[in-house]
């Protein structure tokens, strides 16, 4: 394998131990799915709160593990056996090239298990030794806003030592709520979809032609397996349509892409069906802003 990426998740701690265990299931499987869609090697493995996901391609990996619901944060890590002489020597090795002359640094240090020394006393050794290896350089510790942050994460008898966190969308996994079908016509229906799926909601996605373009861009990116049912621009009420795709999914409900003073009138044409619109309270600048940070992340 090309390298070992810590895979974090939040919400899924904070559940019940069955509830628990159920979407961490569930979030490994999705995770298998989205490598496998995109044929790169994998071998995932778990402790309490932590995946370490084993990658045959490391950017390729980070980049499809920042797409899953349920990832709060992804790093490349380098695994070395909880021994203080082996820490230290392994951090010093790969800090080296990033320590440029004049930069300021810091230690963060987080353990898991019985040890012979504190979280506190870790950073503090570690940063001592950074500091006499590497005195012709002129560092310096910053604890607020350092030029390079060096990680150390001892959980157990094994250590990760990793350089900097990138954010995943966090939510739930796919599959662990309902099942929906958004109307994807714009950023406003594509933003409203993703927030529904990033609440664990499989979600079918009826487009027509101005929302083409998002679905395969972006949202298919975070759900390679989404039903797509493309509609024709010509079509002057989409409702028949929905109803047939939300019949035909077993939907629980309709996300719609609405505005406050829309509202009313959806919720009278769609009588007993379950309307969701995540997106109603945004102004279309708010929408266009939290459209391109989930485009971003689409990579």
């Given at each position: 394998?090309?390298?070992?990426?810590?895979?974090?998740?939040?919400?899924?701690?904070?559940?019940?131990?069955?509830?628990?265990?159920?979407?961490?299931?569930?979030?490994?499987?999705?995770?298998?799915?989205?490598?496998?869609?995109?044929?790169?090697?994998?071998?995932?493995?778990?402790?309490?709160?932590?995946?370490?996901?084993?990658?045959?391609?490391?950017?390729?990996?980070?980049?499809?593990?920042?797409?899953?619901?349920?990832?709060?944060?992804?790093?490349?890590?380098?695994?070395?056996?909880?021994?203080?002489?082996?820490?230290?020597?392994?951090?010093?090795?790969?800090?080296?090239?990033?320590?440029?002359?004049?930069?300021?640094f810091a230690v963060r240090a987080r353990r898991t298990g019985s040890?012979?020394?504190?979280?506190?006393?870790?950073?503090?050794?570690?940063?001592?030794?950074?500091?006499?290896?590497?005195?012709?350089?002129?560092?310096?510790?910053?604890?607020?806003?350092?030029?390079?942050?060096?990680?150390?994460?001892?959980?157990?008898?094994?250590?990760?030592?990793?350089?900097?966190?990138?954010?995943?969308?966090?939510?739930?996994?796919?599959?662990?709520?309902?099942?929906?079908?958004?109307?994807?016509?714009?950023?406003?229906?594509?933003?409203?979809?993703?927030?529904?799926?990033?609440?664990?909601?499989?979600?079918?996605?009826?487009?027509?032609?101005?929302?083409?373009?998002?679905?395969?861009?972006?949202?298919?990116?975070?759900?390679?397996?989404?039903?797509?049912?493309?509609?024709?621009?010509?079509?002057v009420d989409w409702t028949p349509r929905l109803e047939a795709i939300?019949?035909?999914?077993?939907?629980?409900?309709?996300?719609?892409?609405?505005?406050?003073?829309?509202?009313?009138?959806?919720?009278?044409?769609?009588?007993?069906?379950?309307?969701?619109?995540?997106?109603?309270?945004?102004?279309?600048?708010?929408?266009?802003?939290?459209?391109?940070?989930?485009?971003?992340?689409?990579?």
């Open positions: 394998m090309a390298g070992l990426v810590l895979v974090r998740y939040g919400e899924l701690a904070l559940k019940s131990p069955p509830v628990r265990r159920e979407f961490e299931t569930t979030l490994r499987r999705n995770i298998v799915q989205q490598f496998l869609h995109a044929g790169i090697e994998l071998r995932l493995r778990s402790d309490r709160g932590h995946l370490y996901a084993e990658v045959g391609d490391v950017d390729r990996g980070v980049r499809v593990l920042r797409r899953i619901f349920g990832v709060t944060s992804v790093s490349v890590a380098h695994e070395v056996a909880t021994d203080r002489a082996v820490l230290r020597e392994r951090l010093l090795e790969l800090a080296e090239p990033k320590l440029v002359a004049g930069a300021s040890h012979p020394f504190t979280s506190q006393e870790l950073a503090r050794d570690l940063g001592s030794d950074v500091l006499e290896r590497f005195a012709d350089r002129g560092l310096r510790v910053e604890l607020g806003r350092p030029d390079v942050e060096l990680f150390v994460e001892v959980r157990g008898p094994r250590s990760y030592l990793y350089f900097d966190r990138n954010g995943g969308p966090g939510g739930l996994p796919l599959g662990v709520a309902g099942r929906l079908v958004a109307l994807v016509d714009g950023e406003r229906g594509a933003l409203g979809a993703y927030l529904m799926m990033k609440r664990g909601c499989r979600t079918a996605l009826a487009v027509p032609p101005s929302g083409g373009g998002l679905v395969r861009s972006v949202l298919l990116r975070f759900d390679p397996s989404a039903p797509v049912t493309e509609l024709e621009a010509a079509e939300a019949q035909a999914v077993r939907a629980d409900g309709v996300v719609l892409p609405l505005q406050v003073d829309e509202y009313p009138a959806a919720r009278a044409a769609w009588g007993e069906v379950v309307l969701f619109s995540p997106t109603v309270g945004l102004s279309d600048d708010e929408v266009r802003v939290r459209w391109a940070e989930v485009a971003g992340l689409a990579g």
